[in-house]
C-alpha cells in the first residue's frame, strides 16, 4: 500500500498562487508515475499535470505556462506550483501514485485538497 498526504490548498485571489505538496510513504518501490488531478462537482476527475519516472512531464493543456509539476525522489514528494490562478482553477486536487502491482497497474490517491481562486 502506498499513503499520500496532501497539503497546501487554501483560499487566493485570482491570479495569485498556491504549491501543492504531496508526500508518499509505505510500499512506493517501482512507482512510475506522480501527479495531479482536480475534480469539481457534477464532473469527471481530470488530470492537472503528472511526472513520469525520467522525468517528463505531461499537462492539462489550460494550465500550461501557469503551472509547474516536480519531484523530490529523495522525499519521495511531488509538488504543484500554481501561479496566476484562475476563478476555473477552483477545484478540489487529489495527488495520484501509479506503480506496477505485479504485472498490473496499480493507482493510489490522496485524500485530496481543495483549491479556491475568488475573483
Known amino acids: 500500500q502506498v499513503q499520500l498526504v496532501e497539503s497546501g490548498g487554501g483560499l487566493v485571489q485570482a491570479g495569485g498562487s498556491l504549491r501543492l505538496s504531496c508526500a508518499a510513504s509505505?510500499?512506493?518501490?517501482?512507482?512510475?508515475?506522480m501527479g495531479w488531478y482536480r475534480q469539481v462537482p457534477g464532473k469527471q476527475r481530470e488530470l492537472v499535470a503528472r511526472?513520469?519516472?525520467?522525468?517528463?512531464?505531461n499537462y492539462l493543456g489550460s494550465v500550461k505556462g501557469r503551472f509547474t509539476i516536480s519531484r523530490d525522489n529523495a522525499k519521495n514528494t511531488v509538488y504543484l506550483q500554481m501561479d496566476s490562478l484562475k476563478p476555473e482553477d477552483t477545484a478540489v486536487y487529489y495527488c495520484n501514485v501509479r506503480k506496477m502491482v505485479g504485472s498490473l497497474w496499480a493507482d493510489y490517491w490522496g485524500q485530496g485538497t481543495q483549491v479556491t481562486v475568488s475573483s
Open positions: 509505505g510500499n512506493i518501490g517501482s512507482i512510475n508515475t
Open positions: 511526472i513520469i519516472t525520467g522525468g517528463s512531464t
